[in-house]
């Protein structure tokens, strides 16, 4: 966010709601007055579940505002975490559109001396007269929710992101390791904040984050124990995707969500088994050479790929692509066209069999992995 040297309105929004308060918290020790925090800060809490709640804090900056500071004549107010400038039915009431008005109303004819305005909020309506003020007299910083199902790009972003907070703990995260976070995480830059904390401080010393560190410290997830089963069933491995099957049915998860997700990853093999045959992908090799392989592939052969992007190995991340098409090898077409079948019939049986799910999973993996 560029300085102004006469700056004291500021406001931070957007749908990215880590980016929004670690900004918005990096700003109140910025602006902090001299004195401390104690009696030169007000903050008022704006996350409100009622149309009264959000007038009564808006009330209670405009009272701020007007309020000489204890023991300073510099004061900040911090309209914290305020979820009522957006279009939902709460910000269109009519009492908080007149209520914000007020606030935009004493914003346009300026903060008394002194006095600096911070506020953070969610998505923000941007025709409004509130944030049309801010953004003309004051510092606005805006940060849009990661929309991995929109945005093209988002992988880059996250990446970047991962790499900043990495370097921000001391250390290199290397590219399937980042990878790798994307795959569990998914755009969560919380979740991911959280949990390249928790590999930090388990490599300890060591400067660079590794794949096996991001699964170890990441095993207990459902995510990371869902994708371990999936891999099992890549690699033809009973023993641990039963294993794996049990801790998933023991941590609550339902057999049909877990029948549904081997059936995406039989169907992902299926299609990178077909470019393997076809001679348009090649197992082995280097992770560093999956998207070059990607990009090569003919525009009619990626017209015939599923517009579905947990399908379609061109519009995925390379890393699950890499590991997918290294397990290949293990099954034909054939076999995983019967694969296919199977899974078919086993969702039937789950909704009119008499016969347990847990066995009928049971079952279903013991044919999948051991198929002739």
């Not at 030169?40 to 500071?69: F, Q, S, W």
Request: charged letters at 25%; aromatic letters at 6%.
């Amino acid at each position: 966010m560029p300085a102004k040297a006469t700056a004291n309105l500021y406001l931070v929004c957007g749908g990215e709601e880590y980016l929004v308060k670690e900004n918005a918290r990096r700003l109140v020790k910025k602006l902090t007055p001299e004195g401390g925090a104690e009696f030169a800060v007000e903050i008022v809490d704006g996350t409100v579940t009622r149309a009264d709640e959000a007038v009564k804090a808006v009330y209670r900056v405009l009272e701020a505002v007007n309020t000489l500071g204890f023991f300073s004549s510099k004061k900040l107010i911090w309209l914290k975490d305020a979820n009522f400038f957006g279009t939902d039915k709460t910000s269109a009431a009519a009492v908080v559109t007149e209520a914000v008005g007020e606030l935009a109303a004493v914003v346009k004819k300026g903060l008394p001396a002194g006095v600096t305005l911070l506020v953070s909020a969610g998505e923000m309506d941007k025709r409004r007269a509130f944030y049309l003020a801010c953004d003309k007299l004051g510092e606005v910083a805006l940060f849009d929710a990661i929309d991995p199902t929109k945005d093209r790009q988002w992988e880059g972003k996250v990446t970047e992101f991962i790499t900043a907070h990495a370097r921000s703990l001391g250390k290199n995260v290397g590219r399937q390791a980042i990878a790798q976070l994307i795959e569990l995480n998914g755009a969560n830059l919380r979740q991911i904040e959280t949990e390249l904390e928790k590999i930090a401080a388990y490599v300890g010393d060591r400067g660079v984050i590794e794949p096996a560190d991001v699964r170890a410290v990441g095993s207990a997830s459902r995510e990371a124990i869902a994708w371990d089963l999936n891999d099992a069933v890549g690699h033809r491995d009973l023993g641990k995707a039963l294993r794996l099957l049990d801790r998933l049915l023991f941590q609550g998860e339902e057999v049909i969500g877990l029948l549904f997700l081997v059936a995406s990853r039989v169907r992902q093999l299926l299609i990178l088994r077909e470019l393997v045959d076809r001679k348009l992908l090649r197992p082995g090799g280097e992770f560093y050479n999956m998207k070059g392989q990607l990009e090569r592939l003919p525009a009619s052969v990626r017209d015939e790929l599923p517009a579905d992007r947990k399908l379609n190995p061109v519009l995925q991340n390379p890393y699950p692509v890499f590991k997918t098409l290294q397990q290949t090898v293990h099954y034909t077409r054939p076999q995983l066209i019967r694969a296919m079948e199977w899974l078919l019939e086993t969702n039937q049986l789950l909704v009119t069999s008499s016969l347990p799910d847990r066995l009928a999973m049971e079952e279903l993996l013991a044919r999948i992995i051991t198929v002739k």
